[in-house]
């Protein structure tokens, strides 16, 4: 009470001035009119000022004198002063302080004469009136008020009832009865009701109830009824049990309350005449009862989903029981009436909505709105509410609409005019029907109006003002959809148009709106309620029954009811039909189909159901085995491609869920936007591409359309551009593409860490590929200002997003020839001219404006020191073209015109086709026949500018700064070998590339050295590949070779297109005495050797990686083998060594890895079938005939020895086993590496200007390198060469001198005797045992160039046999006699100008040792003279000499038996091998020995010995019929023993030198 403080100021200055400010401040409050606040003001001031009096602090009289004055300001100042009091009573009783009682008496007491007696006696407490005097004893005064109050309260009067008094109550009816549309109102009854009551003394309570008993009769007379009741009545609880007991009424069992009950009830209710409290407590059932009822509906509508779901096999009693138990529920199904819904029913239908509220809120959630009777009502009365709205905002344009009648009651819901009242009441009235909007299509479909009508006012209101009110309002629409419009839709039969209706509102919502409702829709809608429950299980069981009958031939009838089934409730069976396309991949194509009569909602859904199965938490995306993606994965993603592209759905969502997954560092799903971009774009994949498709790929885009892939996909016109308008719209291009890039490294270093080896290898290609197909579908589908704006410059995207060089300018190349363009097309239009040159010019102009910025730009993608080797055009050059600007595939134009022509014709002699479809037909053909001759017209013209501009800028590419051969390097590192594994078509342009650069003779570029990089060591690249780059790799390889093989093939071509052409100048190392070296171009023959020579290193890595064991490197070789197989191999005795290792793979992996057996079985089956294109190697490249010797294999025929100048043989006999292992410790490293034992056994010396022989101070430290590495390799190679021969020449030692004389006649009477073929072939025989000699250890320079000179007759015969191929496996060719002395002749002439070697191989680096180059400088004139000599007197015998070299022949063979039978013990071991390596040729067992190995070296010499062995051995058995037909057997085992014999002789040491180094004087 105590509120109003009074300032102490007050009483200290009571008299003063404390008095006066009191009761101005009382007349102020008694003054206020404040609704009576004022009086608790006054009372409040009294209070304090009676405290102060009852502290003490204030005369009593002072105060009585002042409370006495203060009656004058109100009448009812009294009673306020006398509740004062009553409250100071209270608080003094319990006080324990005396004199504060006594103060409150003494100042009732002062103030009893302006106070009557009669309020004090009831307001204050017995015992004070005592004190006071008022009363003279308390106990009587308590005994008196008991006494009254029992007669006033408890004593009851006599009334009559209805059946004491009939006429009373009859009169009542009929004046409640009668007519009330005059001027009778309820006031007038009112007194005549009163008058009847008096008159016959009628019970008020029971007329009261006679009154509702009419109303209930006469319920349309609200308004009269209504406002008698509220006159008549005195108490709200009254009325309240009355109707309580008419209720109770009811409430038997299968008792039925009237709806008129129900009406009077909520009309009292309405209008606040009795409490919903009071009444609640009368209705049935009880709120518990309701809540068990809820309960027990969900769990019996999960029973009923698991038995839908599960397989139940019952007997059949159980079954029968079942069916018994109910018919009987059946018969006792009535409900029992719930009055509380029937309440609610009524209150809704007059438009109580507060009063409905509070009962539904006593209720489960949907409990009452299952009620078809309470849903249809709560509707209504939304209908009523939305109206005005709806007609305004909502209504179609052309609609009338139903007329409704708006409640007649004021105090209803007021309906909405405007989007904000909707947040009133109609918010949340829908919040309350939830699913049971179902039972009222016409109200769904106006909310949805409204809905459409809000989303566009919201997407072009831009104010700021209104934009939270709009926020809100789109929140609370988000919420209907989710709480009220799709539970609805779930419980609708099939209606397609509510379905097409609401997709109208979702398409206006971002997708991740969309894509939220569609998850709580699927998710967890259907478990809120029992009715819900069973439509999921109902709709799971309808969907394995369509499922289940779900073929291609019944698609229609099927699919229609798909569609019927997916208009209500998509998400459940999309789930169901989507769980089996994951287990059954047959599937797909049938239910894509289906599809097809679904709604535009239902085909959205589809795609949120899609994601969120790729995106299941619980799916592994890997198979069991880690090692490929799983097969739901790859069903999915088939899907996917299917779909999307058949049916206008939005890619969206789809699309951001592969970035997100990206950005996450998962590529799995990138298979998904491979088969979206492959299905929607027709853009294929593959590096199982034909050469037709392949050729047509280089083609313009019609023809790769018509072409270019397997499957003619047609049509993709507007799926392309549906992908491609949501790419742009959702800014998507280019972070897709530079994530992908991204993840190509983050497969192997982040990723890749715990996963299979085979599983990075594949998810690699798969972003790979999925880039390439991306970039590709991008560069054709968006026009050159959408490209140029998204795509940032190369040096931006390289060093600030971090792309791989290949995939920036992939990505920056279509951008290039845009920009290039649009440039020409500029240049043209500003200055006209149409002449051919003029045109080309421009073109020139429009790409140096272009590519300068390009030029500059990726400077900074390397260090500066690259640029030393290649210039910024050259790179930005070969980086910026495409195989469609080098070279125009008229073929595969011409086919595919020919394709069309053959419809035409084929179109027009079909009877079937009726003529109008025929026409159309025609027409497309005849169409795309001219876009095709046009754009093959258009490429041509671009294809000749281009070659124009290349022209002009190809000196400009290499500098001769540095070497020939870091040129190359750089060339390949960084350009050839990166892009020719990017794809199929760039594999083909970096072949077609370096040819072009050869015909453009390019200066500075070496071609031969490049080819030679590229065959010669395959293994690191082959082993770095994944599969799909190993097809890449050999599809270039391939194109290479096709190259290689047409210069190889004739001589014609290759003297057209390649002498003359700086690519194949060779520097030749003089071997005179003027030092020098001098530049030539390689002629024909030794461009064969040369091609044999890759041809055998192609081998030797295959061999290599075949016999690893490893899983990458044998895929990756038979991948590559089979994709040369065109032009490789093309020598029988290399096939047959492939051949081997390929058989023995089949065997080892049969049961192993099968997917090795069936490439190995593969590639074996096809290998077969080349063999009949393959020749002997005599017949690939020119050979000398070597005699069948007894000389160990590695000295008769190894590779590089025979049909080769000795200074070759020593050399790349020393070279590979030396330089070899060199070669193998370098060449690891970025740049695909260069066997170097390869290059540097085979020396042409390029034109390297400052990188040739000797040429700079690194080339000569290399050199003195190697130099001291070959001399000690040298003596190792000493002892097994000549260990044999030098113990049986230490027992032969004194005869030796005696016989040298003797057997150098013996050797020339022989040649005399023989035909001038077998001559040949004896002396070449010699040349290899001189050769070997010379290797095995004594290595004079003078034996050294007898040897040269030996052969020089020979060798001659082939003309200019300079380019001896390190560890070639040579074949004997025969050549005709004259021609081979034309050579002699030619060959004489050079060797007396000190011509250079007749040995020139293609060489890398200059990297030969110095040491070789000085032996063959000695006495190499007076050897060649001497030969000269000898030959002249070999003419001038040959008639005389013939009987007598017989008979010496004869002799001498039977001395050469028996020392051969002395040293038989000796020679056993050699024998032995040379007989396994024989049979080695023709069988797989000794496959080791039969080919080339690079097996990890036991020593150098060891491994190049067994080599020579066995490839001599081949040979030897592939000439033996010739040898055979020209000498006879016996000539040939003649020859054989005689060099065996010479061999040894020589191996002796010095001695047998010196005597033929003076014979030659002799001569001379």
Same mark, same amino acid.
């Given at each position: 009470?105590?509120?109003?403080?009074?300032?102490?100021?007050?009483?200290?200055?009571?008299?003063?001035?404390?008095?006066?400010?009191?009761?101005?401040?009382?007349?102020?409050?008694?003054?206020?009119?404040?609704?009576?606040?004022?009086?608790?003001?006054?009372?409040?001031?009294?209070?304090?000022?009676?405290?102060?009096?009852?502290?003490?602090?204030?005369?009593?009289?002072?105060?009585?004198?002042?409370?006495?004055?203060?009656?004058?300001?109100?009448?009812?100042?009294?009673?306020?002063?006398?509740?004062?009091?009553?409250?100071?009573?209270?608080?003094?009783?319990?006080?324990?302080?005396?004199?504060?009682?006594?103060?409150?008496?003494?100042?009732?007491?002062?103030?009893?004469?302006?106070?009557?007696?009669?309020?004090?006696?009831?307001?204050?407490?017995?015992?004070?009136?005592?004190?006071?005097?008022?009363?003279?004893?308390?106990?009587?005064?308590?005994?008196?008020?008991?006494?009254?109050?029992?007669?006033?309260?408890?004593?009851?009067?006599?009334?009559?009832?209805?059946?004491?008094?009939?006429?009373?109550?009859?009169?009542?009816?009929?004046?409640?009865?009668?007519?009330?549309?005059?001027?009778?109102?309820?006031?007038?009854?009112?007194?005549?009701?009163?008058?009847?009551?008096?008159?016959?003394?009628?019970?008020?309570?029971?007329?009261?109830?006679?009154?509702?008993?009419?109303?209930?009769?006469?319920?349309?007379?609200?308004?009269?009824?209504?406002?008698?009741?509220?006159?008549?009545?005195?108490?709200?609880?009254?009325?309240?049990?009355?109707?309580?007991?008419?209720?109770?009424?009811?409430?038997?069992?299968?008792?039925?309350?009237?709806?008129?009950?129900?009406?009077?009830?909520?009309?009292?209710?309405?209008?606040?005449?009795?409490?919903?409290?009071?009444?609640?407590?009368?209705?049935?059932?009880?709120?518990?009862?309701?809540?068990?009822?809820?309960?027990?509906?969900?769990?019996?509508?999960?029973?009923?989903?698991?038995?839908?779901?599960?397989?139940?096999?019952?007997?059949?009693?159980?079954?029968?029981?079942?069916?018994?138990?109910?018919?009987?529920?059946?018969?006792?199904?009535?409900?029992?009436?719930?009055?509380?819904?029937?309440?609610?029913?009524?209150?809704?239908?007059?438009?109580?909505?507060?009063?409905?509220?509070?009962?539904?809120?006593?209720?489960?959630?949907?409990?009452?709105?299952?009620?078809?009777?309470?849903?249809?009502?709560?509707?209504?009365?939304?209908?009523?509410?939305?109206?005005?709205?709806?007609?305004?905002?909502?209504?179609?344009?052309?609609?009338?609409?139903?007329?409704?009648?708006?409640?007649?009651?004021?105090?209803?819901?007021?309906?909405?005019?405007?989007?904000?009242?909707?947040?009133?009441?109609?918010?949340?009235?829908?919040?309350?029907?939830?699913?049971?909007?179902?039972?009222?299509?016409?109200?769904?479909?106006?909310?949805?109006?409204?809905?459409?009508?809000?989303?566009?006012?919201?997407?072009?209101?831009?104010?700021?003002?209104?934009?939270?009110?709009?926020?809100?309002?789109?929140?609370?629409?988000?919420?209907?959809?989710?709480?009220?419009?799709?539970?609805?839709?779930?419980?609708?039969?099939?209606?397609?148009?509510?379905?097409?209706?609401?997709?109208?509102?979702?398409?206006?919502?971002?997708?991740?709106?969309?894509?939220?409702?569609?998850?709580?829709?699927?998710?967890?809608?259907?478990?809120?309620?029992?009715?819900?429950?069973?439509?999921?299980?109902?709709?799971?069981?309808?969907?394995?029954?369509?499922?289940?009958?779900?073929?291609?031939?019944?698609?229609?009838?099927?699919?229609?009811?798909?569609?019927?089934?997916?208009?209500?409730?998509?998400?459940?069976?999309?789930?169901?039909?989507?769980?089996?396309?994951?287990?059954?991949?047959?599937?797909?194509?049938?239910?894509?189909?289906?599809?097809?009569?679904?709604?535009?909602?239902?085909?959205?859904?589809?795609?949120?159901?899609?994601?969120?199965?790729?995106?299941?938490?619980?799916?592994?995306?890997?198979?069991?085995?880690?090692?490929?993606?799983?097969?739901?994965?790859?069903?999915?993603?088939?899907?996917?491609?299917?779909?999307?592209?058949?049916?206008?759905?939005?890619?969206?969502?789809?699309?951001?869920?592969?970035?997100?997954?990206?950005?996450?560092?998962?590529?799995?799903?990138?298979?998904?936007?491979?088969?979206?971009?492959?299905?929607?774009?027709?853009?294929?994949?593959?590096?199982?591409?034909?050469?037709?498709?392949?050729?047509?790929?280089?083609?313009?885009?019609?023809?790769?359309?018509?072409?270019?892939?397997?499957?003619?996909?047609?049509?993709?016109?507007?799926?392309?551009?549906?992908?491609?308008?949501?790419?742009?719209?959702?800014?998507?291009?280019?972070?897709?593409?530079?994530?992908?890039?991204?993840?190509?490294?983050?497969?192997?270093?982040?990723?890749?860490?715990?996963?299979?080896?085979?599983?990075?290898?594949?998810?690699?290609?798969?972003?790979?590929?999925?880039?390439?197909?991306?970039?590709?579908?991008?560069?054709?589908?968006?026009?050159?200002?959408?490209?140029?704006?998204?795509?940032?410059?190369?040096?931006?995207?390289?060093?600030?997003?971090?792309?791989?060089?290949?995939?920036?300018?992939?990505?920056?190349?279509?951008?290039?020839?845009?920009?290039?363009?649009?440039?020409?097309?500029?240049?043209?239009?500003?200055?006209?001219?149409?002449?051919?040159?003029?045109?080309?010019?421009?073109?020139?102009?429009?790409?140096?404006?272009?590519?300068?910025?390009?030029?500059?730009?990726?400077?900074?993608?390397?260090?500066?020191?690259?640029?030393?080797?290649?210039?910024?055009?050259?790179?930005?050059?070969?980086?910026?073209?495409?195989?469609?600007?080098?070279?125009?595939?008229?073929?595969?134009?011409?086919?595919?015109?020919?394709?069309?022509?053959?419809?035409?014709?084929?179109?027009?002699?079909?009877?079937?086709?009726?003529?109008?479809?025929?026409?159309?037909?025609?027409?497309?053909?005849?169409?795309?026949?001219?876009?095709?001759?046009?754009?093959?017209?258009?490429?041509?013209?671009?294809?000749?500018?281009?070659?124009?501009?290349?022209?002009?800028?190809?000196?400009?590419?290499?500098?001769?700064?540095?070497?020939?051969?870091?040129?190359?390097?750089?060339?390949?590192?960084?350009?050839?070998?990166?892009?020719?594994?990017?794809?199929?078509?760039?594999?083909?342009?970096?072949?077609?590339?370096?040819?072009?650069?050869?015909?453009?003779?390019?200066?500075?570029?070496?071609?031969?050295?490049?080819?030679?990089?590229?065959?010669?060591?395959?293994?690191?690249?082959?082993?770095?590949?994944?599969?799909?780059?190993?097809?890449?790799?050999?599809?270039?390889?391939?194109?290479?070779?096709?190259?290689?093989?047409?210069?190889?093939?004739?001589?014609?071509?290759?003297?057209?297109?390649?002498?003359?052409?700086?690519?194949?100048?060779?520097?030749?190392?003089?071997?005179?005495?003027?030092?020098?070296?001098?530049?030539?171009?390689?002629?024909?023959?030794?461009?064969?050797?040369?091609?044999?020579?890759w041809h055998y290193m192609l081998t030797k890595a295959s061999v290599h990686c075949l016999e690893t064991g490893d899983y990458t490197h044998i895929r990756n070789i038979l991948i590559v083998l089979t994709k040369i197989l065109p032009c490789y191999p093309k020598v029988l005795n290399l096939g047959q060594a492939l051949e081997c290792r390929v058989h023995k793979i089949c065997l080892e992996e049969k049961d192993k890895r099968p997917d090795l057996y069936a490439l190995a079985m593969g590639y074996s089956g096809r290998l077969k079938s080349q063999k009949v294109h393959m020749v002997p190697e005599n017949e690939f490249h020119h050979k000398e005939q070597p005699a069948r010797s007894a000389t160990p294999a590695s000295q008769q025929n190894g590779p590089g020895s025979t049909g080769k100048p000795a200074t070759s043989t020593s050399k790349t006999e020393e070279g590979t086993s030396e330089d070899g292992d060199r070669g193998k410790d370098k060449s690891q490293g970025t740049t695909k590496p260069v066997n170097k034992a390869n290059s540097a056994a085979a020396k042409v010396t390029t034109s390297n200007g400052n990188g040739a022989l000797n040429s700079t101070k690194a080339t000569k430290e290399r050199d003195d390198k190697e130099k001291s590495g070959k001399e000690k390799k040298e003596k190792k190679e000493k002892t097994p060469g000549s260990t044999p021969e030098t113990k049986v020449e230490n027992r032969r030692e004194k005869q030796r001198d005696e016989r040298a004389g003797k057997e150098e006649r013996v050797a020339r009477e022989g040649k005399e005797k023989t035909p001038k073929a077998d001559r040949e072939k004896v002396k070449a025989e010699e040349k290899s045992i001189k050769d070997d000699k010379a290797k095995a250890g004594n290595g004079e320079p003078v034996e050294v160039s007898r040897e040269r000179d030996a052969i020089k007759e020979t060798k001659s015969k082939e003309k200019g046999d300079r380019s001896a191929v390190a560890g070639s496996l040579k074949s004997p060719v025969p050549r005709s006699e004259s021609a081979e002395s034309e050579r002699d002749h030619k060959r004489r002439k050079l060797d007396s100008h000190s011509s250079p070697s007749h040995s020139s191989s293609v060489k890398d680096n200059s990297n030969e040792p110095k040491e070789s180059t000085s032996k063959h400088h000695v006495n190499y004139n007076s050897v060649a003279r001497s030969k000269s000599r000898e030959r002249e007197m070999e003419k001038k015998d040959?008639?005389?000499?013939?009987?007598?070299?017989?008979?010496?022949?004869?002799?001498?063979?039977?001395?050469?038996?028996?020392?051969?039978?002395?040293?038989?013990?000796?020679?056993?071991?050699?024998?032995?091998?040379?007989?396994?390596?024989?049979?080695?040729?023709?069988?797989?067992?000794?496959?080791?020995?039969?080919?080339?190995?690079?097996?990890?070296?036991? =020593?150098?010499? !060891? &491994?190049?010995? #067994?080599?020579? +062995? @066995? $490839?001599? %051995?081949?040979?030897?058995?592939?000439?033996?019929?010739?040898?055979?037909?020209?000498?006879?057997?016996?000539?040939?085992?003649?020859?054989?023993?005689?060099?065996?014999?010479?061999?040894?002789?020589?191996? =002796?040491?010095? !001695? &047998?030198?010196? #005597?033929?180094? +003076? @014979? $030659?004087? %002799?001569?001379?």
């Open positions: 009470m105590a509120t109003l403080i009074l300032p102490g100021e007050w009483i200290k200055n009571w008299e003063k001035s404390g008095k006066h400010e009191f009761v101005q401040l009382c007349k102020e409050l008694t003054e206020k009119r404040d609704h009576g606040s004022e009086i608790r003001d006054v009372q409040a001031a009294l209070y304090e000022l009676c405290w102060q009096v009852v502290q003490g602090n204030l005369k009593l009289d002072l105060v009585a004198s002042v409370l006495g004055d203060m009656m004058e300001l109100r009448d009812d100042m009294t009673s306020i002063l006398a509740d004062v009091f009553s409250i100071l009573d209270l608080e003094t009783v319990a006080l324990e302080e005396k004199n504060k009682r006594d103060h409150y008496t003494q100042l009732v007491g002062a103030c009893l004469f302006f106070l009557p007696e009669a309020i004090l006696k009831e307001r204050l407490d017995p015992e004070t009136l005592e004190s006071l005097g008022l009363i003279k004893q308390a106990n009587q005064f308590n005994q008196k008020i008991v006494k009254i109050k029992t007669k006033l309260f408890y004593k009851q009067q006599k009334f009559n009832l209805l059946r004491e008094e009939n006429e009373g109550y009859a009169k009542l009816i009929t004046e409640l009865g009668q007519d009330l549309s005059g001027n009778i109102t309820s006031h007038l009854v009112l007194e005549s009701i009163k008058s009847l009551i008096g008159c016959f003394n009628l019970d008020p309570n029971r007329v009261l109830d006679i009154i509702l008993e009419v109303y209930e009769s006469r319920s349309d007379q609200d308004e009269f009824f209504l406002s008698l009741i509220k006159s008549y009545m005195c108490e709200p609880l009254t009325l309240c049990h009355i109707l309580g007991f008419k209720f109770k009424f009811y409430q038997e069992p299968n008792g039925e309350t009237p709806k008129s009950l129900y009406h009077i009830a909520a009309a009292l209710l309405h209008h606040n005449l009795i409490e919903l409290e009071d009444l609640y407590v009368h209705l049935m059932p009880l709120d518990a009862t309701i809540v068990e009822e809820h309960k027990r509906d969900i769990s019996e509508a999960k029973q009923i989903a698991r038995k839908l779901v599960m397989v139940v096999l019952p007997s059949d009693k159980s079954e029968d029981k079942e069916k018994e138990k109910e018919k009987e529920e059946e018969k006792n199904e009535k409900p029992p009436d719930n009055q509380k819904l029937g309440l609610l029913e009524a209150l809704l239908r007059i438009g109580d909505w507060h009063h409905a509220q509070s009962i539904m809120d006593q209720m489960p959630f949907f409990y009452a709105t299952s009620h078809k009777a309470i849903a249809l009502a709560l509707c209504q009365l939304v209908h009523l509410t939305v109206e005005p709205l709806y007609k305004r905002a909502g209504l179609p344009k052309g609609a009338k609409g139903s007329v409704m009648h708006p409640l007649r009651n004021k105090r209803a819901p007021r309906p909405a005019e405007i989007f904000e009242d909707l947040r009133r009441d109609t918010f949340s009235m829908l919040g309350y029907l939830g699913p049971h909007l179902s039972h009222d299509p016409i109200l769904f479909a106006k909310i949805v109006r409204l809905g459409k009508a809000f989303m566009k006012e919201y997407q072009s209101d831009g104010r700021p003002d209104v934009k939270d009110k709009m926020e809100t309002l789109l929140s609370c629409f988000l919420s209907i959809a989710d709480q009220v419009l799709l539970p609805s839709l779930s419980l609708m039969e099939c209606n397609a148009c509510m379905s097409e209706e609401l997709w109208g509102l979702f398409k206006l919502f971002p997708y991740q709106h969309r894509y939220r409702l569609y998850g709580q829709w699927k998710n967890e809608t259907y478990s809120s309620h029992p009715l819900l429950v069973k439509v999921k299980a109902q709709t799971v069981e309808r969907a394995k029954y369509i499922m289940k009958r779900l073929t291609k031939e019944n698609v229609k009838q099927s699919g229609r009811q798909i569609g019927k089934l997916s208009h209500s409730n998509p998400t459940i069976l999309f789930d169901y039909m989507l769980s089996q396309i994951q287990w059954y991949d047959n599937l797909i194509v049938p239910v894509v189909d289906s599809l097809k009569y679904l709604t535009s909602l239902n085909y959205d859904v589809l795609a949120y159901c899609i994601i969120e199965a790729l995106a299941n938490p619980e799916k592994e995306k890997m198979k069991h085995d880690d090692t490929t993606i799983s097969s739901w994965l790859q069903s999915l993603a088939s899907l996917c491609g299917a779909v999307f592209r058949k049916y206008p759905i939005e890619l969206a969502g789809l699309l951001q869920y592969v970035t997100n997954q990206l950005k996450a560092g998962k590529s799995f799903d990138l298979l998904i936007l491979k088969e979206v971009v492959q299905k929607m774009a027709g853009i294929e994949i593959t590096d199982e591409m034909t050469s037709e498709q392949l050729e047509a790929m280089t083609g313009g885009e019609q023809l790769k359309a018509e072409g270019g892939y397997f499957g003619q996909i047609r049509n993709t016109k507007k799926s392309s551009q549906r992908l491609k308008d949501v790419l742009l719209d959702h800014e998507l291009a280019l972070p897709l593409c530079l994530l992908m890039a991204q993840q190509r490294n983050g497969v192997v270093f982040l990723e890749g860490g715990e996963k299979h080896l085979k599983l990075v290898g594949h998810l690699y290609d798969q972003c790979h590929d999925t880039l390439v197909q991306f970039g590709g579908f991008l560069a054709s589908n968006l026009s050159t200002e959408d490209y140029i704006k998204r795509v940032p410059s190369i040096d931006i995207l390289c060093n600030q997003f971090h792309t791989p060089h290949d995939a920036a300018f992939f990505l920056s190349r279509p951008m290039y020839a845009h920009q290039i363009l649009s440039k020409y097309d500029e240049l043209k239009k500003a200055e006209k001219g149409n002449r051919q040159q003029q045109k080309v010019h421009k073109y020139v102009a429009a790409c140096e404006q272009v590519m300068t910025p390009v030029h500059e730009a990726v400077m900074s993608l390397h260090p500066a020191r690259v640029w030393d080797d290649l210039r910024p055009q050259f790179y930005a050059t070969f980086w910026s073209l495409t195989m469609y600007d080098l070279a125009v595939p008229h073929a595969a134009y011409d086919r595919e015109v020919n394709k069309l022509k053959a419809q035409i014709k084929a179109i027009e002699e079909n009877p079937e086709i009726p003529l109008n479809k025929k026409k159309k037909e025609k027409e497309r053909c005849t169409a795309l026949q001219e876009k095709l001759q046009e754009e093959e017209k258009k490429q041509l013209e671009h294809v000749q500018r281009v070659l124009h501009r290349l022209k002009l800028e190809k000196d400009n590419w290499l500098l001769a700064k540095s070497t020939k051969n870091e040129t190359i390097t750089k060339f390949l590192q960084l350009c050839l070998f990166p892009r020719c594994i990017f794809s199929s078509i760039d594999a083909v342009y970096c072949a077609r590339f370096v040819e072009l650069v050869h015909q453009q003779k390019t200066p500075n570029f070496c071609t031969l050295l490049c080819y030679d990089r590229v065959f010669s060591a395959i293994i690191y690249t082959v082993a770095s590949c994944t599969e799909n780059e190993s097809h890449r790799y050999g599809r270039f390889l391939c194109c290479m070779l096709e190259t290689v093989t047409r210069w190889h093939s004739d001589r014609v071509v290759y003297e057209k297109e390649c002498v003359n052409y700086p690519g194949f100048l060779t520097i030749f190392r003089a071997t005179g005495f003027d030092g020098g070296n001098k530049a030539d171009q390689l002629d024909y023959e030794n461009f064969r050797h040369v091609v044999h020579k040959t008639d005389s000499t013939q009987g007598r070299s017989k008979e010496k022949k004869e002799e001498k063979d039977r001395k050469e038996r028996k020392r051969d039978h002395a040293v038989n013990d000796r020679e056993a071991s050699q024998e032995t091998k040379r007989k396994k390596d024989e049979n080695g040729t023709n069988s797989s067992k000794n496959s080791k020995s039969t080919s080339p190995t690079c097996d990890s070296p036991l =020593s150098a010499e !060891k &491994e190049k010995s #067994k080599r020579s +062995k @066995s $490839s001599s %051995k081949e040979k030897a058995e592939s000439v033996k019929p010739e040898r055979t037909s020209s000498g006879g057997k016996k000539e040939s085992r003649h020859d054989k023993e005689k060099s065996e014999k010479k061999e040894k002789r020589e191996s =002796s040491g010095g !001695k &047998e030198e010196k #005597k033929h180094h +003076k @014979s $030659s004087d %002799k001569h001379r």
